[in-house]
């Protein structure tokens, strides 16, 4: 098992000759982590993040522009790929289209001498864990989206290597396959504890597949941490509106206090300043205000969504969409005012210019 | 009219013309392959199989075979050698690429007649830059060991180009991820090219070998321009040798039997090759 560190990595990329005025574009910024070994770690943004590039950095596609990158205590800065002993699988699979399977499987093998006997039974034991036995003499062009995509698994897994990358294999999968394949991979991933690296763009994957995730936005990482730290305790506004599905309720105050009147005694004067944040699930819409419980000014149901274990609904307060959850049992349908439950302690605070998280604490009348 | 009926209708233009400049005159090439016709001594009798008969006996026809399948294969075996290396390296990313892919294609723009009067003035034995370049005093045209050689390098020079831009166009198809799978799977790039790049331009390579092979199999205007197939026929074709019989002799029957045998020899070569292209095929 390997640990990966890396120290203040960047990587510029030099303008392209043939546009005029085009700049150098730093992909990476001073990227400093330590992914632990037997981790699986994610990095995850919107595209053009730098995540990918960050991958590529450790596979030793790239080579940084500046800082260095280390495999337990060794520099892999100036080595290839394949000195690194890295296994990748990407997006668009990268099968070689003019072998079969097993060829495909084995190639890592082949290219290393191993032996024949050896390959047939390396690559007869990958197969059937992940049920590619009888596609073995298949080309790529014959098999489906994912079936191609675990022959990419099992390519990178067939020589156990010390580091394990994924850019995005989930990404060409339809949902229902992607689910499946989510778990395949979390599954393979405890049988075999190799440090793992995966990029998406899909905050609900990151989550569901990682030990940690950092967030990455302009070439920087926002913030690294466990799935539920991230989703509870995000530091900027980028994280909590990036992370939650439904996404975040971001309210500036000014609305936040009209529409959640207990709130002006924690948002006091900052309420040009300041947006207030609270998760859909935190928000329950009830018909009739219930006394002992805040409730909120009546807004319009516009749309309602049904998820089957969740209901939706999305409310119109003042021009501003909000999100909150409609217990089951409670009938409510578009056009309806109606009331929001909510509990103080549920909101978070982030500066309007900065996007930073504050912390602003309710003051006592 | 039945829409059945209609497809053919609008195909009927198209089969006309084709009728008329390709089949009739290759049905008409036929023909006379099984005549004795002689326009000067107006003789014109059906003699059946005779001409080939006469051509296996030929020891001028065995000459001009052998130099078609010489030059066939040393050009063809060249260009693709040295325009799949071109290809590679044009398919490199460097400053002024996009006027080097331009400028490499240049003398494949030139008309055959054109370059071959060209490179008649460079193998001049007297003026000629060749000599002058090496410093020797060589007759290239006129050398009976010469001859065919100095075709064959016009033609490399020529043809290559043409090699470079299809084989380049086959690279630029294969997906960069195909390249960085194979790095991190552990291969460099001699492997790289061996076990991804070539296989994976097979099938062009056995398009380019076609196409190529069936021209230079033909090949009239290079060497003619060049040598006129001398000296002493130490450089005559096939063609060469069916146009100096059919428009030199007027012996319109022979002739016409010799032209034949290069569609023969033309089409069998196409099966063999087809063949192996389909297998390449991924």
């Given at each position: 098992m390997t640990r990966i560190r890396l120290n203040n990595v960047s990587k510029q990329f030099a303008p392209t000759t043939n546009k005029a005025n085009s700049e150098v574009i730093?992909?990476?910024?001073?990227l400093s982590l330590e992914i632990q070994s037997g981790e699986f770690f994610t990095f995850v943004g919107p595209s053009g993040c730098g995540k990918s590039t960050a991958l590529n950095l450790i596979a030793g596609l790239e080579h940084a522009s500046s800082g260095e990158i280390l495999f337990d205590d060794n520099s892999v800065s100036q080595l290839e790929p394949k000195k690194r002993d890295v296994a990748m699988v990407f997006q668009s699979y990268a099968l070689y289209p003019h072998l079969t399977v097993f060829d495909n499987i084995a190639f890592p093998l082949q290219l290393r001498k191993v032996a024949k006997p050896e390959q047939r039974s390396a690559v007869g034991a990958i197969a059937s864990k992940l049920g590619l036995e009888n596609l073995l003499?298949?080309?790529?062009?014959?098999?489906s989206g994912g079936q191609r995509q675990r022959v990419a698994l099992a390519r990178a897994l067939i020589r156990r290597p010390r580091v394990f990358l994924m850019d995005e294999p989930l990404s060409n999968l339809d949902a229902r396959l992607r689910l499946e394949m989510r778990a395949v991979i979390r599954r393979i991933f405890l049988e075999e504890m190799i440090t793992t690296v995966y990029v998406t763009h899909d905050q609900e994957e990151a989550m569901v597949l990682s030990d940690r995730l950092a967030i990455m936005r302009d070439g920087e990482i926002e913030q690294c941490g466990t799935p539920l730290d991230m989703y509870e305790n995000p530091r900027t506004q980028f994280v909590a509106e990036f992370i939650g599905n439904p996404p975040v309720n971001m309210l500036k105050a000014d609305i936040a206090a009209r529409l959640f009147p207990a709130l002006i005694s924690r948002i006091g004067d900052s309420k040009s300043s300041v947006n207030a944040a609270i998760r859909p699930n935190l928000l329950t819409a009830v018909k009739a205000p219930v006394s002992g419980k805040s409730s909120s000014d009546t807004a319009v149901a516009k749309l309602i969504e049904m998820t089957g274990p969740d209901c939706w609904v999305h409310l119109d307060y003042e021009g501003v969409i909000i999100r909150a959850r409609v217990p089951s049992g409670a009938d409510i349908s578009a056009g309806e005012h109606v009331h929001l439950e909510y509990s103080l302690d549920d909101f978070i605070f982030f500066e309007n210019a900065s996007g930073l998280r504050v912390e602003l604490t309710a003051v006592e009348n | 009219m039945k829409r059945f009926g209609l497809k053919y209708l609008y195909l009927l233009p198209a089969m006309l013309v084709l009728m008329l400049v390709t089949i009739y005159p290759l049905v008409h090439v036929v023909a006379l392959s099984l005549h004795r016709k002689l326009l000067i001594f107006d003789i014109s009798r059906f003699v059946g199989f005779a001409n080939f008969e006469f051509m296996l006996g030929d020891s001028r026809f065995w000459t001009a075979l052998g130099n078609t399948a010489y030059f066939t294969l040393v050009s063809v075996a060249l260009e693709l050698a040295i325009g799949l290396g071109i290809a590679l390296l044009l398919n490199r990313s460097f400053k002024g690429r996009g006027l080097m892919r331009s400028v490499v294609l240049l003398p494949w723009a030139i008309p055959t007649v054109v370059s071959a009067k060209m490179w008649e003035w460079i193998y001049n034995a007297d003026y000629g830059v060749l000599n002058y370049l090496l410093n020797i005093d060589i007759n290239w045209l006129g050398s009976p060991a010469w001859a065919l050689n100095a075709a064959v390098l016009m033609d490399v020079w020529k043809t290559t180009p043409f090699v470079a831009i299809l084989l380049l166009a086959a690279l630029q198809d294969i997906p960069d991820d195909l390249y960085r799978a194979a790095r991190v799977d552990g291969a460099g790039t001699l492997k790289i090219l061996q076990r991804i790049t070539l296989p994976m331009i097979l099938p062009m390579i056995w398009v380019v070998v076609i196409f190529r092979t069936l021209d230079a199999f033909r090949v009239f205007d290079a060497v003619y321009v060049l040598t006129g197939g001398g000296p002493a026929g130490s450089s005559e074709t096939l063609s060469i040798y069916a146009y100096n019989l059919l428009f030199?002799?007027?012996q319109f029957g022979y002739g016409s039997a010799v032209a034949l045998s290069v569609f023969i020899c033309v089409g069998l070569i196409t099966l063999v090759l087809i063949r192996a292209m389909r297998r390449s095929e991924w």
């Open positions: 730093e992909a990476v910024r001073k003499e298949r080309k790529p062009k014959e098999l | 030199q002799t007027l």
